[in-house]
Structure formats: C-alpha cells, structure tokens
C-alpha cells in the first residue's frame, strides 16, 4: 500500500508546503492539494514541485466544469513539466452549491462531462490536432468550420508524458463504474472499509469489464484522518466539523451525495438529523450530532495497534494508496504520526 498526504484547502498552505518536504524524506509517495472555493490548487502545486523532488504530486480534485477541457489539460501537462513527470490529474464533478453557486456554470450531464474531458486531454497530451465530436464539447466549434478560425490546432509544447494519470472522485454507483472503465484512479471520500463492497463492488466491476488493460490496475487511493496514540480519543472530534458540513451542507436535500453515502452506510437517521440541524444554521450541533462510531470508520485514529488493523482492513477492501491528513497540533506532531504510520503499512 502506498502512502500519501491529504493538504487542506482552508488554509495554511506554506506551513503545510514544509510538512510535505519532511513527509517526501520519510518517503511517502503522493501529495495532494484540493480546490474547492478556495486558493487554486494549480499554482499551489507548481510551488510545491519546486521544493520537492521525489513525492509525485496531485489535485485531489478540480472541478470538471471550471476550467475547458483544453485548458484541464494544459494545466496538467505544465505541472508535469515543472516537476519532471511527477503529477497526476484528481478530477471531480463538485456539487451544485460550487459549481452554480461559486462559478455560475450549470451542473449538467457530469458523466458524460466527464467521460469527454477524460477523452480530449487524453487527445491533447498525445499532441493530436485537436477534433473532437461530442455531446457536450465539439472543437472546433461548429459555428467556426470551413473559417479560418476553425482548423483543429494541437498543444504547442511537448508533453513530458503522453499520458498523464487521470484519478476520478466519484461516490455514485454510475460515476464510480465510468471511473473503473476508464481512469488511472478512484478517489472515494470517507471510505468505509467493510462496507465498500456493498456500495460500489458491483460498479467496479462493471467498469473494470470493459477497462483498456493498457491503464493497468486501478489505484484506489482513499483518504483518511489519521492521529496514532494511546491518547489521542479527543482528535475524533476534530475530524467531525468536516463531516457534518459535507453530510449537512454540501447540498440541498436529496441533492447531497455525502449525505446519501452516509445513508447507504446505515447511518441515515443520523444523516437526517445532521442535515436537519446544518440546514437549519445549528452548525455546532451538527457537529456534535456527528457520532463517534462514524469517524473511527472512515478514519485512522486511535492506539498503532488499532490504526494497524484498519491498515489491514483498508487493504482487504482493495484500497492501494492511503491518503492521510493528520489531526496534528503542529508540524512535529504532523511529521510524527506520518512517520508512525510508515512503520504500520
């Protein structure tokens, strides 16, 4: 199992910029920065391949709708050139309440979306003359061929790589099954181990039938909080604010895919009542509805035996990178539970 950090978008970037230079010496293998409203994780990323040289770098995610598919892969190939063929691209549909509500972008058709921007940077890394005839996205633009505006051009620079690997966040059993099919990687957000199998085994295994061996195994890289101690019962509660937010207010009612991930968990009268309560502007009892049965699932904190049998758990559920983000007081507590638990994988 490979190891990996999980940065905060919320802030405090340059300290944790130090806390992945110390994590790449104790080699651990991926960074990943987020974006959500937030900084951008792209000139983020490009400042951290600068103080790095080993510890291959990623977006865990950027929205599908926010940037072209053109400029998607632009992007990825530029981070990929400044860090010698070290970045992998974290792809996610977001939610409404960013898209539409941050952006202005309609949130429609996210699989098909999502399928075609796979296909066009693919297209675009591989420095074909970029023609494309999809549902959502044709280049050139219709309006424009037979004009000189219209000849299909192809991206100046020479890729590193020609294909860069693609990881889809994806929770929906439709979503996951295109992300078995055609990406590099699967993204899930607060994994439960034993019960992975009963939410997306058969999606898997629908898009692994029809999977291009060429793409290889698919990484399953979940993401984690983790705090490693025989004292450390108090950190659960700091996991929860994220919790009840994503479960409470990433969404409208029954447009909240975590709130329904929660549900399929068999935590949904609880999943209600954490809605119930964020929706209502209770955000502290939200969190303290948050229970603590749900965060030790889904997360790695407790006793180095205890967080070693989740290690084992994880693994048996067919998780390959496990992306961690530690409930620390500070940079040394940080670097010390990263460092505990590459003792344990």
Request: glycine share 10%.
């Amino acid at each position: 199992m490979r190891t990996g950090i999980f940065l905060s978008y919320a802030g405090g970037f340059l300290e944790a910029v130090d806390e992945v230079v110390e994590c790449e010496k104790l080699g651990v293998d991926v960074a990943l920065v987020a974006e959500a409203y937030s900084y951008d994780a792209v000139s983020q990323l490009g400042f951290l391949a600068a103080r790095t040289s080993r510890i291959e770098l990623g977006t865990g995610v950027v929205p599908i709708y926010t940037r072209t598919p053109a400029l998607m892969a632009m992007t990825a190939a530029g981070i990929d050139y400044v860090s010698d063929g070290r970045f992998r691209l974290g792809l996610g549909t977001s939610g409404p309440q960013v898209v539409e509500g941050f952006h202005g972008v309609p949130f429609d058709a996210p699989l098909g979306r999502t399928r075609e921007v796979v296909e066009i940077c693919r297209q675009v890394w591989r420095r074909e003359r970029l023609s494309y005839e999809g549902k959502h996205y044709q280049l050139p633009l219709p309006a424009d061929r037979g004009t000189g505006l219209g000849k299909p051009l192809k991206l100046i620079n020479h890729p590193v790589r020609e294909q860069i690997p693609i990881t889809i966040a994806a929770l929906g059993p439709k979503n996951v099954e295109l992300t078995a099919e055609i990406a590099e990687g699967w993204q899930p957000v607060f994994f439960y181990p034993e019960k992975a199998d009963d939410v997306w085994g058969d999606a898997l295994r629908a898009g692994a039938s029809r999977r291009d061996p060429k793409l290889g195994p698919l990484d399953v890289m979940v993401s984690a909080s983790l705090a490693i101690g025989d004292d450390v019962d108090d950190r659960l509660a700091w996991a929860k604010p994220q919790l009840a937010l994503y479960i409470g207010g990433m969404g409208a009612r029954g447009k909240n895919f975590y709130h329904n991930l929660a549900t399929r968990y068999g935590f949904g009268e609880v999943a209600d009542h954490i809605q119930d309560l964020y929706l209502a502007g209770k955000k502290a009892e939200a969190v303290e509805a948050v229970p603590d049965e749900l965060v030790r699932q889904v997360s790695l904190v407790g006793p180095a035996g205890f967080v070693k049998e989740r290690l084992a758990a994880y693994a048996e559920a067919g998780v390959t990178t496990m992306l961690v983000h530690p409930l620390a007081t500070d940079r040394r507590e940080t670097v010390k539970f990263v460092e505990q638990l590459q003792s344990l994988v």
